[in-house]
């Protein structure tokens, strides 16, 4: 059966679907929440609706299964990782400031040093995808620390850009999430063809650095609550009951003691209960069927009901597992998806 969202208007009128979800609202302190600042994992806000709006509406799935709009701040921010999931607070999604110093002539460009661009979310080196999000690693890469407030991402921070010259020839701006003198995390252009492509990222100063970045057709990765590209999974579960109820809970608790995220234990419940394990990740979105996409949990296969991209978050994309009842009782288990014959990095939940 086809399970879909409530699509929720701006006047709070609900249009009716097969089955809908429980609508859980995240007070953003009169705000919309609307991208994502990946690697930090922090929030950026829409500042043009902040009078109008007081929360995420849910959007209808662009695929099959179940898509969840709302749940998906809840899950995929791990913020400065000294609160667990649940309510995002205004003060820990706040925009951040544009200041920068400005130059009325800008220097002329002088080759400096080379760029190293890997998944955001797992930090790997096994390649890129159209779309996905990156983060290029250096020194000099900017000249100030600067994040995103506005949609669409913009393709220019105090002067820093980032072009990406693709297999074909075509050179693209990027579109950029963040920058800092070290790193600047931005999303591979829409359109970029697969094969080796040329990164090229002109700082404020005017110096450059250059790096190579294999594109792939799909490159998955999974994001962790500790945006590190390891242990928990940045992920929320939905559980639906026999009776059509259902709920969003927690996979991950922050641990003081740890000074990270760990795993919460996930009871999978009574026989009447389906629980869905939502992943995010990015590189996902090509894939080239539903059932290209492999999901194995504690090393038994479980069943993908939607991998694509999810609508609320620019770069992100989303995977909806349907975990096996025969995980009852196993403890941390690893998590693990192939796309297309291509790997994603492992990530921890634990099974009551």
């Given amino acids: 059966m086809m399970i879909e969202r409530n699509t929720t208007t701006l006047s709070n009128k609900h249009k009716t679907m097969n089955l809908s979800l429980t609508k859980r609202s995240i007070h953003l302190g009169a705000a919309t929440l609307f991208s994502l600042f990946i690697v930090w994992l922090m929030a950026v806000l829409t500042t043009t609706l902040a009078s109008s709006l007081a929360a995420i ?9 179940i ?41 002329p460009a ?14 790997g080196l096994m390649g890129l995808a159209s779309e996905g999000i990156a983060a290029g690693f250096g020194a000099g890469l900017a000249t100030t620390t600067i994040g995103a407030t506005t949609l669409p991402l913009p393709t220019e921070f105090a002067r820093t850009t980032v072009k990406v010259k693709d297999s074909a020839g075509a050179e693209r701006l990027a579109p950029l999430f963040s920058v800092s003198p070290t790193q600047v995390n931005y999303q ?15 700082s404020g100063d005017g110096s450059v650095s250059t790096g190579v970045a294999l594109i792939h057709a799909v490159a998955p990765s999974l994001f962790t609550a500790n945006a590190d590209g390891r242990g928990v999974a940045a992920a929320i579960a939905l559980r639906v009951r026999a009776d059509g109820s259902q709920q969003y809970e ?3 608790k922050f ?13 999978l ?25 492999i999901a194995t949990i504690g090393g038994a296969y479980a069943e993908v009901s939607f991998a694509g991209a999810q609508p609320d978050f620019v770069g992100i994309d989303q995977v909806n597992v349907l975990l096996p009842r025969s995980l009852a009782g196993r403890g941390e288990v690893g998590a693990l998806l192939t796309v297309d014959a291509q790997m994603s990095n492992r990530v921890l939940i634990n099974i009551k």
């Fill in 67 to 107: 898509a969840t709009g709302q749940a998906a701040a809840s899950g995929i921010l791990a913020l400065r990782t000294n609160e667990p999931f649940g309510e995002l607070h205004s003060e820990r999604t706040r925009s951040w400031s544009l200041a920068a110093t400005t130059q009325t002539t800008p220097p």
């Fill in 250 to 252: 927690s996979i991950a």
């Fill in 188 to 202: 591979i252009p829409v359109g970029t063809a697969a094969g080796e492509a040329t990164v090229i990222i002109t």
């Fill in 110 to 123: 002088t080759p400096t040093g080379t760029v190293t661009s890997v998944s955001a979310a797992s930090y």
């Fill in 255 to 267: 641990d003081p003691a740890q000074n990270k995220f760990v795993p919460l234990p996930l009871d």
């Fill in 269 to 293: 419940g009574s026989e009447g209960d389906r629980v869905f394990l939502i992943l995010y990740g990015t590189g996902i979105r090509f894939r080239s069927s539903l059932s290209s996409v």
């Fill in 57 to 65: 509406s849910d959007r209808k799935a662009k695929d099959d299964g």
